[in-house]
């Protein structure tokens, strides 16, 4: 089993910025592959934001390269999300997602609010 607690959300002003964190902890963290952020805004489906993999080697949704950073850090079993120069459209519930080949599923972080105010 793997949970995973986010922390870092709030309410900032369009071209602000906000780092989000989530702290893995559980029994198999050892085999943890890929961690990720997505979001969901009201209405709308879950979407990838951005992911990393044990190698480093990251992905970002179109819509937030060059303003959204993802990090790992091993040690800490902990993934972060730098994100800058935010936008309104940013404004969603935040998930962070941790994930291997070596399981039947992913899991889920209970989320957390970002919202930007124009």
């Known amino acids: 089993q793997v949970q995973l607690v986010e922390s870092g959300g709030g309410l900032v002003q369009a071209g602000g910025s906000l780092r989000l964190s989530c702290a893995a902890s559980?029994?198999?963290?050892?085999?943890?592959?890929?961690m990720g952020w997505y979001r969901q805004a009201p209405g709308e489906q879950r979407e990838l934001v951005a992911i990393?993999?044990?190698?480093?080697?990251?992905n970002y949704a179109d819509s937030v390269k060059g303003r959204f950073t993802i990090s790992r850090d091993n040690a800490k079993n902990t993934v972060y999300l730098q994100m800058n120069s935010l936008k309104p459209e940013d404004t969603a519930v935040y998930y962070c997602?941790?994930?291997?080949?070596?399981?039947?599923?992913?899991?889920w972080g209970q989320g957390t609010q970002v919202t930007v105010s124009s």
């Open positions: 559980g029994s198999i963290l050892f085999s943890i592959n890929t």
């Open positions: 990393i993999n044990r190698g480093d080697i990251t």
């Open positions: 997602n941790a994930n291997s080949p070596l399981w039947s599923r992913g899991y």
